[in-house]
């Protein structure tokens, strides 16, 4: 995950979604993350994903992570 590389690095100010550790796929999913990602904005974001159509929509392969990759559009 990227927390691991940057957890250290005082000059970066890392915030974390929450949710259900997805430990397979290193990700974090469910409505904590969701609720989160409305709330959140940011400079830069790192969002794992199998697809972005070309207007924009996040597609995955995994149903369960769709609803929080989404959820960047409404928030960030």
Do not use: C, K
């Amino acid at each position: 995950m990227v927390y691991e590389e940057l957890a250290d690095d005082t000059a970066i100010e890392l915030v974390l979604l929450g949710g259900v550790l997805r430990r397979e796929y290193r990700s974090l999913v469910g409505f904590l993350t969701e609720d989160n990602l409305r709330q959140l904005h940011a400079d830069w974001l790192f969002l794992g994903t199998s697809g972005v159509r070309p207007g924009g929509q996040v597609m995955d392969t995994t149903v369960v992570e769709v609803p929080g990759q989404a959820g960047h559009d409404r928030g960030l």
